[in-house]
T-cell receptor, first 116, second 116 residues
């Protein structure tokens, strides 16, 4: 059974700092990995999606990397801003084939606070 | 583009009451999901559907029912509400289908349900 772990559970940084959020998974047979952002009382917004054949994806100040063999992904946020404060979740989708393909496994998230 | 729309946003139920959470998407997605999110527990899959007329149980289906009569709509029914069903419910969708999609998952804003 796939397990996804995000460490740390909470992180507080001063504005302007570069930071890394971690996501690890136990089964490397994944189709893709997706990073989400969740603001308080809101739904999940997709940030980046990395296919299993890719090593990284970039969007603005965000860069997500994937090391499938070691079961790890990182989300790098450059020059953090107070507006980046939110919970960040990662989710993995198993490989194509089999009923479990339809189901994503989510981590519990990292609560990020960027202080002005 | 509305994306995934959930109603109601908030609801308070008494124990034993029933209700339906509505979810509709306008992206012509084949796959739809219902998750519940409890503090510190991450997202748990309740039910999912891979197309109209096809539904299947997720991790925590007890106390819930779903139907998928159209591609757009995927309502979640709570029968005989219990305090344990107090949670935030999220509907999500992705393209899916015969041709491999990117796998990107899109979420609604959530429905916050309290059972007293």
């Amino acid at each position: 059974k796939q397990e996804v772990t995000q460490i740390p559970a909470a992180l507080s940084v001063p504005e302007g700092e570069n930071l890394v959020l971690n996501c690890s998974f136990t089964d490397s047979a994944i189709y893709n990995l997706q990073w989400f952002r969740q603001d308080p009382g809101k739904g999940l917004t997709s940030l980046l999606l990395i296919q299993s054949s890719q090593r990284e994806q970039t969007s603005g100040r965000l860069n997500a990397s994937l090391d499938k063999s070691s079961g790890r992904s990182t989300l790098y946020i450059a020059a953090s801003q107070p507006g980046d404060s939110a919970t960040y979740l990662c989710a993995v989708r198993p490989n194509w084939g089999g009923g479990s393909n339809y189901k994503l496994t989510f981590g519990k998230g990292t609560l990020l606070t960027v202080n002005p | 583009n509305a994306g995934v729309t959930q109603t109601p946003k908030f609801r308070i139920l008494k124990i034993g009451q029933s209700m339906t959470l509505q979810c509709t998407q306008d992206m012509n997605h084949n796959y739809m999901y219902w998750y519940r999110q409890d503090p510190g527990m991450g997202l748990k899959l309740i039910y999912y559907s891979v197309g109209a007329g096809i539904t299947d149980k997720g991790e925590v289906p007890n106390g819930y029912n779903v139907s998928r009569s159209t591609t757009e709509d995927f309502p979640l029914r709570l029968e005989l509400a219990a305090p344990s069903q107090t949670s935030v419910y999220f509907c999500a969708s992705r393209k899916g289908g015969i041709v491999r999609d990117t796998g990107e998952l899109f979420f609604g804003e959530g429905s916050r349900l309290t059972v007293l």
